[in-house]
Structures are given as C-alpha cells and as structure tokens.
C-alpha cells in the first residue's frame, strides 16, 4: 500500500502570495493517479487536479499541478481569500493526511 | 446533472446499528462504481472501500471489515453503507463519492452523512 505524505501539515500565507503544497509517496506513482482537493469547513471535498496536472472542470487556471515518481506539488499562484482551506492529495486510493492553508 | 444526495444526520447509542444512503441521479448508476470515505472530528479523508455497481461486489479497506456493509439498490439508484454495533469512535462524517472511470480523483461527492455515536 502505498503512503502519501503531504507538508507541510500547515502554511500560513497572504492573500496575493503564492502556495507550494507537497505530496510525497512511499513508492513510484503512475501520474495518471495523484489528484488534489480542497476541502472547507463542513462541504465535502473538491476535486482540483487530477492526473498531476490536469485541472477539473470549473478549477481557476491559479490552481496547478506537477511532479512524477514519487514527488507532486500543487501550486496556487496567487492566493485568493477563498483559497484557504485544507487540501489533500489521493492516489488511487489512499488519501495524504492533509495540509491545512491558512490566512497569515 | 450527476447528484449524489445522502441521507440525514443520526444520532445513534453504543450497539446500534445505521444505514446510510447515497442516491444517485444523472447518470446510469450500473456504469461507476461507488466509494465510501469517513472522516473523523477535525480528521483527514480516509478511505473504507468501494463496491461495484454492476456486480454489487465490494471491497472493505483495512479496518472496515467486520462491522461495516455496502450494499446496494439498482432499482432506485441507491448505494448503502451499515455500520453494525457502533462505537463512539464510528462518530464521523461519512461520504459516498463516484469512481473515476478513465482518470484519476472523484468529481461526484455526496454532501456528507453525520453519524454521532453517544450514550
């Protein structure tokens, strides 16, 4: 089974600024598997990215995904307040632990 | 449009049993299958399995076998997730979410079930 491990566990930003969020597997992913939510309090999870870097329906061209291996980050460009929340990394499927983006 | 709508909060005692739904609607139910994820108090995502809609096979991740069933309505498009002898730290968010057929992540997701689990 593979492990995803996601840092940092908290980043505390600005609006404007940019977010680099980690994901790091135990083991080689196919890229055609690693996707990325958003999930706010209360709602259930929104898918982002899937396949790496491919951005969902609806997703604002901020949002991007990268990496292959064992080795992905989602990037936001420039932080809008909407934006802060806890995102999470799934392959398969198995979730990373998340890492919550909060307002600095 | 495709909609999973789950059933309501409950409120359960130690020992019970619930029953959870996931209607679904917008597409042909038989086609996806359907995955269940909790998600403790202030906790990440965890996955408890998926079950096959066409076959209504299921598969129980490590730690949901035992007391946990997913079975499944055809006829009126529904997915089920009981949870037998319930314990307190069953107390969760529960979420059914639609396999991806060709890709990566779940776009579909239920609003989320509560269950509290308190004496």
């Known amino acids: 089974e593979i492990v995803l491990t996601q840092s940092p566990a908290t980043l505390s930003l600005s609006p404007g600024e940019r977010a680099t969020l980690s994901c790091g597997a135990s083991?080689?992913?196919?890229?055609?598997?690693l996707a990325w939510y958003q999930q706010k309090p209360g709602l259930a999870p929104r898918l982002l990215i899937y396949d790496a870097s491919s951005r969902a329906t609806g997703i604002p061209d901020r949002f991007s995904g990268s990496g292959s291996g064992t080795d992905f980050t989602l990037t936001i460009s420039r932080l809008e307040p909407e934006d802060f929340a806890v995102y999470y990394c799934?392959?398969?499927?198995?979730f990373g632990q998340g890492t919550k983006l909060e307002i600095k | 449009q495709v909609q999973l709508v789950q059933s309501g909060s409950e409120l359960k005692k130690p020992g019970a049993s619930v029953k959870v739904s996931c209607k679904a609607s917008?597409?042909?139910?038989?086609?996806?299958?359907m995955n269940w994820v909790r998600q403790a108090p202030g906790q990440g995502l965890e996955w408890m399995g998926w079950i096959n809609t066409n076959t209504g096979n299921p598969t129980y991740a490590q730690g949901f076998t035992g007391r946990f069933v997913f079975s499944l309505d055809t006829s009126v498009s529904t997915a089920y997730l009981q949870i037998s002898s319930l314990k307190a730290e069953d107390t969760a968010v529960y979420y059914c979410?639609?396999?991806?057929?060709?890709?990566?992540?779940?776009?579909?997701w239920g609003q989320g079930t509560l269950v509290t689990v308190s004496s």
């Open positions: 083991q080689s992913v196919s890229s055609s598997y």
């Open positions: 917008g597409y042909t139910f038989t086609s996806y299958a």
């Open positions: 979410a639609r396999d991806s057929r060709y890709s990566s992540g779940w776009y579909y």
């Open positions: 799934q392959q398969y499927r198995s």
